[in-house]
Structure formats: structure tokens, C-alpha cells
């Protein structure tokens, strides 16, 4: 039962979603065609990057078990013992 409603809901929320990318894309898409015809090249361009650029998912820092980023730790080790060498 719980389940059902859940499932059904998620169909909503998709369905939802992508009507409203597709909305999103199709007013860039006009505003784009209207800033064309007003020669406005600036704004042209930021909308074209905008329709083509695809996302890169950041790097996320690699932790500890205790939830420490690694990287930080390396980092404040070597100015707190900078005359030790290290191999990494």
C-alpha cells in the first residue's frame, strides 16, 4: 500500500520534472532566437553555453573513517612538520 503510494508519486514528480526542463529549455531556446534577431551577440553567447554545456560532476574528497578529508589532513600536516620527508 505504502509502496503503491510512493511509486506513484515518484511518477508524479518525474513527470513534473521533465515538463518543467523542457519549459526551461524551450524559453532559452526563444530567448536565444529574440536576442539573434536583436544582435546581441554577449547574450547570445551565454545562452548557447548554457544549452550546451554539459555538467561535470565534482571530484568529492576522499575521507577518513572518522569523516576527515584526507587531503586536508595531508595539507595541515606539511606545514605543521615541513623538515620530515615523505614518500607518498
Not at 553567447?45 to 554539459?54: C, D, E, G, H, N
Not at 587531503?71 to 623538515?83: A, G, M, V
Amino acid at each position: 500500500m505504502l509502496q503503491e503510494e510512493f511509486t506513484s508519486m515518484n511518477k508524479e514528480v518525474q513527470k513534473s520534472a521533465r515538463t518543467d526542463k523542457r519549459v526551461f529549455y524551450d524559453t532559452l531556446a526563444t530567448e536565444a532566437e529574440q536576442t539573434d534577431e536583436k544582435r546581441d551577440i554577449s547574450t547570445l553567447y551565454k545562452i548557447t553555453r548554457t544549452l550546451s554545456t554539459k555538467k561535470s560532476n565534482q571530484i568529492k574528497p576522499v575521507k577518513d573513517s572518522e569523516g576527515h578529508s584526507i587531503i586536508l589532513r595531508r595539507k595541515t600536516r606539511d606545514i605543521d612538520e615541513p623538515n620530515i620527508l615523505r614518500t607518498f
